[in-house]
């Protein structure tokens, strides 16, 4: 009876064996090329937790390849929350308040937004394995990562406007909005600022860094400019005719639009397209910390870079060779990228008396 005994428990411990010693291997084979050895704990932890929470302002239809590559690399479900950039952000706060994090990675083009959550505490520090990989000003204290550079162009109405008839510089818009009231009246369209976390972002980054700014948004004021909340309204309206161009709008999203729309075209200003970037957080409280750990990585790794670009999201990084990258997105538009450095510069306007100042400003600038 012991010897029966005996041999199964040795047959069992010699089971355990081969078969630890295949799994081994195998989740050693997930661990990426240059990260730390222990990494195979971090990806056995995140398994075990087995999904992911992403807060986000991305249509779920550009980030489709990330998601899939992510989940069919770790195996690790998505729960994706498009919630848009003021969503994002009141959710993320409302939830912590009540002592309810759901949200494990708060992915969000409002940078001003993301950077406001890491001031106040909602963020936690990791020390990406990627980050060296990232541009200086793509990383804010390993809390806040940028993993898109998208610029901010303008789209018009091919049978309205010829490409050679538009401004080749900034200061050449406002000259040409001034020029052209009688065919631009009504019918220029730009974001609110005011509905808009992006629109928000976009006009207060060129009050900061443009003397002429607010003689750009008198020459749209002058010539009855629409507002709205999306670039996707505002591409609609455009390519009906409603309206014959649209100023400071998504570039990377107008890029997709005008393989598809033959009247829509896409332009940007050779000496300066600032472009925004979709910037990452984990949370402080992350139910799945590990998961998030990993996704960001994943993010910013060179595979997930690729997907991201495919889904016409250009890379952060250079030696991304799908879609478009940080340098070749540059030389598309002229040589005058501008991207908005992830740091404190970004939370000028989110001071509530220079908030409220600038909404009035604007307003005035618009003749509203």
Do not use: C
Not at 114 to 143: C, F, I, R
Not at 266 to 286: E, G, N, W
Not at 305 to 310: I, K, S, V, Y
């Amino acid at each position: 009876m012991n010897r029966h005994i005996t041999v199964r428990s040795t047959a069992f411990a010699v089971t355990t064996a081969i078969i630890t010693a295949f799994a081994v291997p195998a989740l050693a084979q997930d661990v990426p090329a240059g990260y730390p050895a222990d990494y195979a704990d971090l990806i056995a932890k995140a398994k075990e937790e087995g999904t992911v929470s992403v807060y986000t302002s991305t249509d779920a239809a550009q980030s489709q390849k990330l998601q899939d590559g992510f989940t069919k690399k770790y195996g690790i479900k998505i729960a994706y929350n498009d919630l848009g950039t003021n969503g994002t952000y009141n959710q993320v706060i409302s939830e912590a308040a009540a002592g309810q994090t759901t949200a494990d990675v708060v992915w969000s083009s409002a940078m001003d937004l993301q950077m406001t959550l890491v001031q106040d505490g909602y963020g936690v520090e990791y020390a990406s394995p990627e980050a060296a990989k990232l541009p200086a000003w793509a990383n804010y204290k390993n809390t806040l990562y940028a993993t898109t550079v998208e610029p901010i162009g303008v789209i018009y109405n091919t049978k309205a406007l010829s490409e050679d008839k538009l401004p080749k510089t900034y200061a050449e818009m406002i000259t040409f909005l001034r020029d052209n009231k009688a065919m631009l009246q009504g019918k220029v369209a730009t974001f609110d600022p005011e509905k808009s976390g992006s629109g928000f972002l976009h006009h207060s980054n060129d009050a900061r860094n443009r003397k002429d700014f607010w003689d750009l948004a008198k020459a749209m004021g002058e010539d009855g400019a629409k507002i709205y909340s999306s670039s996707g309204g505002m591409k609609e309206t455009v390519v009906s005719g409603e309206n014959v161009i649209a100023i400071n709008i998504i570039g990377s999203y107008a890029l997709d639009w005008v393989k598809e729309s033959p009247n829509l075209g896409v332009h940007f200003a050779k000496d300066y397209t600032p472009a925004f970037s979709r910037l990452a957080l984990i949370t402080k409280d992350a139910p799945h910390s590990n998961a998030a750990k990993l996704f960001v990585d994943y993010m910013l790794s060179a595979e997930g870079q690729a997907l991201l670009a495919e889904g016409g999201l250009p890379s952060v990084r250079e030696d991304v060779t799908a879609g478009l990258n940080i340098k070749t997105l540059n030389e598309r538009v002229g040589g005058g990228l501008k991207p908005i450095a992830v740091d404190e510069g970004v939370l000028e306007y989110m001071d509530q008396m220079k908030r409220v100042q600038f909404l009035n400003d604007w307003k005035a600038a618009l003749g509203r």
